[in-house]
């Protein structure tokens, strides 16, 4: 996120895009809510499910899936035909400008209206809404990335938010929602095929030799690894040998399961550390037991950026440990001697190599955490990015082209499926499907179906149906009513027993190289039908 959580409160338009918000990040919702309650602030929410926050939106356009390209670029056309731009700071702390007016100049609202069904009217509302509020707050999730123009999504978002000026300034910004309670600080420590921790590119020479010096080995690999997807490729091929899998179910979580689990099941040797034996556990040679968040110290670095410490609760079961501690006895035997006294000793050496954490330290984290860049000792963390000019000079606008899915409907495979999470369950399942409370709230594995659709295949809530893709079949209870649009589904994906990415496609964005997991082609009928 570029701006705070809080400072939703101070936005005058809250534009909310591939977002459940107040299933996924129920907290955050609450702000939401809050702001829109006080009077101040009006929400727009673009999504093609009927979500609990369009209950409280000033306005709801509901696009097709893999649309949303068209539908950014069309609010920056009526912005900009009707003269509602930020000039001023487009000319002061932008560049590209002409690049983006030429592409999205033939994005009209009546062809957009045909590319994603959003209602032109509604489009030009939308529109005029965002433009013309003081500030306004983009918040987005993976609704708008898990396409394979996910980067294109992300980019829109971004041309939006700079031609209204709403970049650098309190209660606006681009602000995505992460996905789990950590996966902001897992980017941030270099969990990613291409950076070193503070997101420091592999490819610079001098921070290669920077992290080798800390590290006393001579050299570092100067080439980008792999993401998840291209490894399970690579299993498959024969090209990958072993895989190290740690607080990951793949088999659950990742496009096209019968690809997953053919590629662990083509390696020499994996091994999988986790809390739980989820159903990639079962696949492994060696499986490493660690300890939960509640039986470690550490930090979680949060959607805002904040850096929070994690303070240990109570004694891991078992022979359960910290990940830090068995990687170090690992690294130990294979020859290289890794050893720290203790989590907060591990943090200062991150805080010694990664600049935006420079500034912080267990000390300084225990009263409520910092938000980064912290650069120094007497920083104060920083609540919203970008106030006095980008880092890399000035803002780049991109001129972008919509492309349409990977994978379209036909006559065999009617339906489009997306996928996604519910409130009372939990990526997938490993941990809260063992709660008693949750199942009972949310208990088993429903497909969201429209009531026109549902009725013309004589489908009622609570049969069995067979959902179908080119990849695969799975079979679910049916949840018949208008959360979703005609011609569309909608299933979670956290049930292990019913595993929706089967059927999923492993199409990849080709820079992010994140999958499609928003949009597929399927077919529905009731089981027993062929």
């Excluded at 030429?102 to 509302?125: C, F, H």
Aim: glycine share 10%.
């Amino acid at each position: 996120m570029t701006n705070s959580i809080e400072e939703l409160e101070k936005a005058d338009v809250i534009l909310v895009a591939g977002s459940n918000t107040t299933g996924m990040h129920p907290v955050i919702a609450s702000t939401i809510k809050r702001a829109v309650r006080s009077g101040k602030t009006k929400v727009v929410v673009v999504d093609p499910r009927k979500i609990e926050l369009v209950n409280h939106a000033e306005l709801w356009l509901r696009p097709k899936p893999g649309t949303d390209v068209a539908w950014l670029n069309g609010l920056m056309h009526v912005i900009i035909n009707e003269d509602l731009h930020a000039k001023g700071y487009i000319a002061e702390r932008t560049e590209g400008f002409e690049d983006l007016k030429q592409a999205v100049s033939t994005y009209s609202p009546e062809r957009v209206e045909e590319i994603s069904g959003i209602p032109k009217a509604d489009l030009i509302e939308a529109a005029r809404l965002y433009a013309k509020a003081p500030a306004a707050s983009i918040i987005y999730a993976m609704g708008i990335t898990q396409h394979i123009n996910g980067t294109d999504g992300v980019k829109s978002v971004a041309n939006l938010a700079m031609l209204c000026g709403n970049v650098g300034i309190e209660g606006g910004g681009v602000n995505p929602l992460r996905g789990q309670n950590n996966v902001q600080g897992a980017c941030d420590m270099g969990g990613l095929p291409n950076v070193f921790s503070g997101y420091q590119p592999v490819t610079s020479k001098e921070v290669r030799e920077k992290m080798g010096r800390a590290w006393g080995v001579e050299s570092l690999p100067e080439k980008p690894g792999l993401t998840i997807v291209e490894i399970v490729d690579g299993a498959v091929k024969g090209d990958i040998k072993a895989m190290y899998i740690m607080g990951e179910n793949p088999v659950v979580s990742d496009p096209d399961s019968h690809h997953v689990r053919r590629g662990l099941n083509s390696l020499d040797f994996l091994v999988v550390q986790d809390i739980f034996l989820n159903r990639t556990a079962r696949l492994a040679d060696v499986v490493l037991p660690a300890c939960c968040f509640a039986e470690k110290d550490g930090t979680f670095t949060n959607t805002e950026r904040r850096v929070q410490l994690v303070r240990k609760a109570v004694e891991p079961p078992g022979d359960a440990r910290p990940d830090w501690e068995i990687l170090c006895d690992l690294a130990r035997h294979m020859g290289y001697p890794m050893s720290y006294p203790n989590a907060s000793a591990i943090f200062d050496e991150i805080a010694s190599l990664t600049p935006s954490y420079a500034g912080m330290d267990y000390a300084r984290l225990a009263d409520g955490g910092l938000q980064w860049p912290c650069p120094s000792k007497d920083h104060p963390g920083t609540k919203y990015l970008h106030k006095d000019g980008f880092a890399r000079g000035k803002g780049l606008f991109h001129g972008i082209e919509w492309i349409s899915p990977a994978e379209g409907t036909d006559e065999k495979y009617p339906f489009l499926l997306t996928t996604g999470r519910v409130l009372y369950q939990y990526h997938t399942g490993t941990m809260s499907r063992r709660s008693v409370a949750l199942n009972e709230r949310y208990p088993e594995c429903l497909v969201e179906i429209n009531e026109e659709d549902a009725e013309r295949l004589g489908i009622k809530s609570g049969d069995k149906i067979r959902v179908s893709s080119r990849r695969g079949r799975i079979e679910a209870t049916a949840s018949v009513g208008d959360s979703v649009d005609l011609g569309t589904i909608f299933i979670p994906f956290h049930f292990a027993e019913v595993p929706v990415n089967e059927l999923t496609i492993a199409a990849l964005d080709p820079i992010a190289k994140i999958p499609e997991f928003k949009v597929c082609a399927v077919r529905v009928e009731m089981v027993g039908e062929e």
